[in-house]
């Protein structure tokens, strides 16, 4: 869990392709011109099992008017320290460059495990040629060929071989994880100030002032859990700098491996369009949620009709998705800090909610005789039994029917409200799966 692949080399060698290829998505834009990759992507992969987190890094222009040289290494380097192991990417067709050298001379330094990877063989006359790029020292090229997919598997496999083993983290594994997210300035790390009573993150005006996600172990008044203050994520467009990047990169991860996420929101400045960016982030991880509106000490009205104005507006903002606690805080004057964490406390053991299966259909049925999913083509779809999946991550529920295929993503939706009018799963993500009875 947390693992992190960073895909480095020169552009136009197949980064963004390999990239696309591991996550299974489109997200990163490939085209023939070098140096199509600006900005830095993040996916997610999985292989045999194990989940990980794949980097796209920009590729390098050499005939920039740049010191280019010096931004490599920096780049590399950053990379380097971030990544657990790192995927060096190199073109066949080019054969070694003086690119590569420099690249790989910085690589041969580093302690992570480096995997060099021959991409473009496409033929297997190809992977002869692979042969030359035993002189970057840096062993055994993989040949593989990111377009097609060929090689891929055997890459996966050793990529995974190389990981950290997981001791340390299974230590600590039942301890549940809050992450601390939101815009920069939020008022993030004053809100973990504020809970462990003393000045241990660093908070200025400055938006950006924190960098990395710094855990703390929480253990007062009942509660035992680990905090994480996270960096601000910022649009990427915003993201200049390398080291901000990085930044954004491990809150990420950080929201990755954490039970609860924290949103902040910032009174002053109401939802705006990275919030929603942060909250769908959280959704694609299927983590929890608690919402905590920040600097409500600064607001001049502080009615109640104003916070029901304000709880609207976020729930309609944040629609589908709009069963979670909202809480009205002040980081700086300590207001309502205290239900910020039972309220993250309840909502974790609502993950943990286990609805018998004879309540659950009892309460269910009924409701699917009176209101039953539309008839479609002429066939009328029969729901006859339900149940709660065990040991799934979060609550996941399947219903049984005779055409499953006919049930769309609204039905399910209605599916869902009605269990959260009849259970407390606030602030959770629910599951709902439709099978062949």
């Given at each position: 869990?947390?693992?992190?692949?960073?895909?480095?080399?020169?552009?136009?060698?197949?980064?963004?392709?390999?990239?696309?290829?591991?996550?299974?998505?489109?997200?990163?834009?490939?085209?023939?011109?070098?140096?199509?990759?600006?900005?830095?992507?993040?996916?997610?992969?999985?292989?045999?099992?194990?989940?990980?987190?794949?980097?796209?890094?920009?590729?390098?222009?050499?005939?920039?008017?740049?010191?280019?040289?010096?931004?490599?290494?920096?780049?590399?380097?950053?990379?380097?320290?971030?990544?657990?192991?790192?995927?060096?990417?190199?073109?066949?067709?080019?054969?070694?460059?003086?690119?590569?050298?420099?690249?790989?001379?910085?690589?041969?330094?580093?302690?992570?495990?480096?995997?060099?990877?021959?991409?473009?063989?496409?033929?297997?006359?190809?992977?002869?040629?692979?042969?030359?790029?035993?002189?970057?020292?840096?062993?055994?090229p993989y040949c593989i060929s990111a377009a097609t997919g060929s090689g891929t598997g055997?890459?996966?496999?050793?990529?995974?071989?190389?990981?950290?083993?997981?001791?340390?983290?299974?230590?600590?594994?039942?301890?549940?994880?809050?992450?601390?997210?939101?815009?920069?300035?939020?008022?993030?790390?004053?809100?973990?100030?504020?809970?462990?009573?003393?000045?241990?993150?660093?908070?200025?005006?400055?938006?950006?002032?924190?960098?990395?996600?710094?855990?703390?172990?929480?253990?007062?008044?009942?509660?035992?859990?680990?905090?994480?203050?996270?960096?601000?994520?910022?649009?990427?467009?915003?993201?200049?700098?390398?080291?901000?990047?990085?930044?954004?990169?491990?809150?990420?991860?950080?929201?990755?491996?954490?039970?609860?996420?924290?949103?902040?929101?910032?009174?002053?400045?109401?939802?705006?369009?990275?919030?929603?960016?942060?909250?769908?982030?959280?959704?694609?991880?299927?983590?929890?949620?608690?919402?905590?509106?920040?600097?409500?000490?600064?607001?001049?009205?502080?009615?109640?009709?104003?916070?029901?104005?304000?709880?609207?507006?976020?729930?309609?903002?944040?629609?589908?998705?709009?069963?979670?606690?909202?809480?009205?805080?002040?980081?700086?004057?300590?207001?309502?800090?205290?239900?910020?964490?039972?309220?993250?406390?309840?909502?974790?053991?609502?993950?943990?909610?286990?609805?018998?299966?004879?309540?659950?259909?009892?309460?269910?049925?009924?409701?699917?005789?009176?209101?039953?999913?539309?008839?479609?083509?002429?066939?009328?779809?029969?729901?006859?039994y339900c149940m709660q999946l065990p040991n799934t991550q979060i609550p996941s529920f399947?219903?049984?029917?005779?055409?499953?295929?006919?049930?769309?993503?609204?039905?399910?939706?209605?599916?869902?409200?009605?269990?959260?009018?009849?259970?407390?799963?606030?602030?959770?993500?629910?599951?709902?799966?439709?099978?062949?009875?």
């Amino acid at each position: 869990m947390g693992n992190l692949v960073a895909i480095v080399g020169r552009p136009n060698v197949g980064k963004s392709t390999l990239f696309n290829r591991l996550t299974k998505t489109r997200h990163a834009i490939v085209s023939d011109e070098a140096g199509t990759t600006r900005d830095r992507q993040y996916g997610k992969s999985e292989w045999v099992g194990r989940e990980f987190s794949v980097v796209d890094t920009g590729g390098w222009v050499v005939n920039s008017d740049d010191i280019f040289e010096e931004e490599i290494r920096k780049q590399v380097t950053l990379a380097t320290e971030e990544a657990d192991v790192i995927l060096f990417v190199v073109d066949v067709h080019n054969g070694v460059t003086d690119l590569d050298e420099a690249v790989a001379g910085i690589l041969r330094r580093t302690k992570k495990p480096v995997i060099l990877v021959a991409n473009k063989t496409d033929t297997n006359d190809l992977i002869y040629s692979a042969a030359e790029f035993y002189a970057l020292g840096l062993g055994d090229p993989y040949c593989i060929s990111a377009a097609t997919g060929s090689g891929t598997g055997d890459l996966l496999d050793y990529v995974v071989s190389r990981f950290p083993k997981e001791a340390k983290e299974e230590a600590d594994e039942n301890i549940p994880r809050f992450a601390v997210v939101g815009r920069p300035n939020a008022g993030k790390s004053s809100l973990v100030n504020a809970f462990i009573g003393e000045e241990r993150n660093i908070v200025t005006d400055i938006a950006g002032t924190t960098r990395d996600s710094i855990y703390t172990r929480y253990n007062k008044f009942g509660f035992d859990f680990y905090l994480v203050d996270t960096a601000g994520i910022r649009r990427k467009n915003k993201v200049t700098e390398d080291l901000e990047y990085y930044s954004v990169m491990r809150s990420i991860r950080s929201i990755e491996n954490s039970d609860v996420c924290i949103l902040m929101i910032d009174a002053t400045r109401g939802i705006e369009a990275q919030d929603l960016n942060i909250f769908q982030l959280i959704q694609r991880n299927n983590k929890s949620l608690v919402v905590v509106v920040n600097k409500w000490d600064l607001v001049e009205e502080k009615t109640t009709m104003v916070m029901k104005e304000f709880e609207l507006a976020i729930r309609n903002r944040m629609a589908p998705f709009d069963d979670f606690p909202i809480i009205f805080a002040s980081a700086l004057t300590k207001q309502r800090i205290f239900k910020v964490l039972e309220t993250a406390k309840d909502v974790f053991l609502s993950r943990k909610t286990r609805v018998s299966t004879a309540k659950l259909n009892e309460e269910m049925l009924p409701l699917i005789e009176a209101y039953p999913p539309p008839s479609i083509k002429g066939k009328y779809i029969k729901i006859k039994y339900c149940m709660q999946l065990p040991n799934t991550q979060i609550p996941s529920f399947v219903f049984y029917a005779n055409l499953p295929q006919y049930v769309k993503e609204p039905y399910k939706r209605f599916l869902e409200n009605k269990i959260r009018e009849r259970w407390n799963f606030s602030g959770t993500p629910i599951n709902i799966f439709i099978r062949q009875k």
